[in-house]
């Protein structure tokens, strides 16, 4: 049980377009999904908190118009990175707890984004 | 500012060796414990949450929590080289009821460990 999926696994794209990713709970309804990035050697950063039927919560320094992000089901929640630059470049992942089981994240694999 | 302290490594120990990681955090107030896997290129995966003070075993794993000390370790028995990763400590701090940011956790920044045979 708690299996999350993220799609897609690699996207390369130019510099300017927009890229979306989902991140689907496969077993179980998540309540709350969250999105992560990571750069090289460093550790996960928050990017923020999403929940189902309401507007994500950003942290500080997150910009909120550049990463959209929609959290339509108990099943599903997308991040479009906007006018994706290369300092966009990152390893973007997402979690998801559900009501019963709030405390505790598991994570999708992953979604690495290159921009050119 | 809320904070999640581990030893960066790298740590390195023989097979067969008890390998152990350390973690502090700043927030006496604190509930949710958990130890994270994470293998290069990878995302992480759960070995581990703890919540009460006291020792949890899971196979291999033991999770040690003193919240009084606000610390919290894993211990790996018996090591093996497939244990070589990036051990992640993260803790929710935000254990509010009804709150918006319930789950929310604070990730140290990992501690690299190599299991050499």
């Known amino acids: 049980g708690a299996v999350v999926s993220q799609h897609p696994s690699w996207v390369i794209c130019k510099s300017g377009t927009s890229v979306k990713i989902e991140c689907r709970s496969l077993d179980f309804q998540a309540t709350t999904m969250f999105w992560y990035r990571q750069f090289p050697k460093q550790s996960l950063m928050l990017m923020a908190t999403s929940n189902e039927g309401s507007k994500a919560t950003y942290e500080q320094g997150v910009e909120k118009d550049k990463f959209l992000i929609n959290h339509a089901s108990l099943t599903l929640s997308t991040l479009t990175v906007t006018s994706a630059h290369p300092e966009d470049s990152s390893f973007y992942i997402c979690?998801?707890?559900?009501?019963?089981?709030?405390?505790?994240?598991?994570f999708g694999p992953g979604t690495r984004l290159l921009v050119l | 500012q809320k904070e999640v302290e581990q030893n960066s490594g790298p740590l390195s120990v023989p097979e067969g060796a008890i390998a152990s990681l350390n973690c502090t955090y700043s927030?006496?107030?604190?509930?949710?414990f958990f130890w994270y896997r994470q293998y290069s290129g990878k995302s992480p995966e759960l070995i581990m949450s703890?919540?009460?003070?006291g020792d949890k075993e899971d196979g291999r794993f033991t999770a040690q929590l003193n919240k009084a000390s606000q610390y919290v370790s894993l211990l790996i028995r018996d090591s093996q080289p497939s244990d070589s990763a990036t051990y992640l400590c993260?803790?929710?701090?935000?254990?509010?009821?009804?709150?918006?940011?319930?789950?929310?956790?604070?990730f140290g920044q990992g501690t690299i460990l190599t299991v050499h045979p």
């Open positions: 927030d006496r107030g604190s509930q949710s």
């Open positions: 993260a803790v929710n701090m935000d254990s509010n009821a009804g709150g918006t940011s319930y789950g929310k956790l604070t």
């Open positions: 703890i919540y009460s003070n």
């Open positions: 979690s998801a707890g559900s009501g019963e089981m709030w405390e505790t994240q598991y």
